[in-house]
Antibody, heavy 118, light 108 residues
């Protein structure tokens, strides 16, 4: 069964850093495109960024709102994806979701809450 | 950026009625990379439809998707109580990946 599970959320002060993890099971993460998406409290869904698969050398793309502050990476040995978030702002407060695309079907995790507040 | 505009913003219907939700794109979208999600309060988005018209695993056949180019539709043939929720459309091939702003389906 395909599954992705996010972890690492929590409370962080403005300007701080946090790293989120996404553990994949039931598939090999490096074979598929992976996204991070987020949802601020009471708001809609927002794409954060994407990493390609091993074939395209894990090319990454980011939303304008996080470019230069957030970095997506992966660890093949752990079959895991990461989102390094630096210079966090209050507007980054959201539930962060990991998404795997497999043959056009998207698999979402349950999300992890990041709260940026002093 | 491909902007997805969903209409209506809120749809008020009764159980047993038919719901038609629309998503219009600002430019042509690949049908293969277009989907619909349902989201209930406090839950993660649930994929209903992928590739514009294919039902995801476990989705009841009262849900159907159609459309191509710039106009896409999600139809729920007979509403069940558990269908009242938020619905989002998404295109997932052209960066930046974009979502519609959502349609709230509420009980009349």
């Amino acid at each position: 069964e395909v599954q992705v599970v996010e972890s690492g959320g929590g409370l962080v002060q403005p300007g701080g850093s946090l790293r989120l993890s996404c553990a994949a099971s039931g598939f090999t993460l490096s074979d598929h495109y992976m996204d991070w998406a987020r949802q601020a409290p009471g708001k809609g869904l927002e794409w954060v960024g994407r990493t390609g698969n091993k074939i395209n050398n894990y090319g990454t793309e980011y939303a304008a709102s996080v470019k230069g502050r957030f970095t997506i990476s992966n660890d093949e040995s752990k079959n895991s994806l990461y989102l390094q978030m630096n210079s966090l702002r209050t507007e980054d407060t959201a539930v962060y979701y990991c998404v795997s695309y497999q043959w056009l079907v998207a698999y979402w995790g349950q999300g992890t809450l990041v709260t940026v507040s002093s | 950026e491909i902007v997805l505009t969903q209409s209506p913003g809120t749809l008020s219907l009764s159980p047993g009625e038919r719901a038609t939700l629309s998503c219009r794109a600002s430019q042509t979208v690949s049908s293969s990379h277009f989907g619909w999600y349902q989201q209930r309060p406090g839950q993660a988005p649930r994929l209903l439809i992928y590739s514009a018209s294919s039902r995801a695993t476990g989705i009841p056949d009262r849900f159907s998707g159609s459309g191509s180019g710039t106009d896409f539709t999600l139809t729920i043939s007979r509403l069940e109580p558990e269908d009242f929720a938020m619905y989002y459309c998404q295109q997932y091939v052209t960066s930046p990946i974009t979502f519609g702003q959502g349609t709230r389906l509420e009980i009349k």
